[in-house]
């Protein structure tokens, strides 16, 4: 008989449980309809915030440049040496802003020249260079990419230049922008420096536009993040 009571008993046990359960009240639409809301928003932020991280780790850019007939030179750019300048260069590029622009000066054992179009008013940028109050680890041997300017120190925007030699560095280290190497075709940069010198119009190495070289292409090839 008590064992009799005893299954009783449990089964009443279980049976209170299952009532509690089904007469637990239903979410609401709004609850549901908030809770979603503030699950996507809590993603969008976290999207955002991983987003500004990403985009403050200095990145290692590599930007190849076609010369036709000439070849093609490959260009490191480093972003934690000139983080303004690479993504101001970086930016142009992706936008073909150099395609069909050209190499237009050329001084022995100095540096070539290109990157200039006239009829486009484009935005200066901050020079990074020691004596306008930044410092740029990167001295201008043979093989530097930098930013031409005017007088004014925050004057760059898309010219350029290349060093052919050591010895430049000691008119440019402190005063103008460098910001990457070339890593590949040195002998494409000395072809176009030898054949320009050939048809110098002035002392500076400029040459007339009929005699300047093409730059057909310039694009992203890959990039790092350190």
Sequence with gaps: MSKTKKKNSNYKAYSNVSEAVAEKPEMSADTKKNIIIWSVTALIVLGVFLAAIISSI????????????????????????????????VKLVKRGFYDDLTIFRAQKNFVIQGG???????????????????????????????????????????????????????????????????????????????????????????????????IISAKVIKYNAK
């Design 58 to 89: 200095p990145r290692t850019y590599y930007v190849e440049m076609d010369f036709g007939e000439y070849g093609k030179i490959v260009l490191e750019l480093n972003e934690e040496d000139a983080p303004v300048t690479v993504k101001n260069f």
């Design 116 to 214: 200039r179009n006239d009829s486009v008013n484009l935005p200066t940028i901050k020079g990074e260079f020691e004596e306008n109050g930044v410092v740029n680890n990167i001295s201008h041997l043979r093989g530097v990419i930098s930013m031409a300017r005017t007088n004014e120190p925050d004057s760059a925007s898309s010219q350029f230049f290349i060093t052919l030699h050591d010895s430049a560095k000691a008119s440019l280290d402190g005063k103008y922008a460098a910001f990457g190497h070339v890593i590949e075709g040195m002998d494409v940069v000395d072809a176009i420096a030898a054949d320009l010198m050939k048809c110098q119009s002035d002392s500076m190495g400029f040459v007339s536009d009929a005699d300047a070289i093409k």
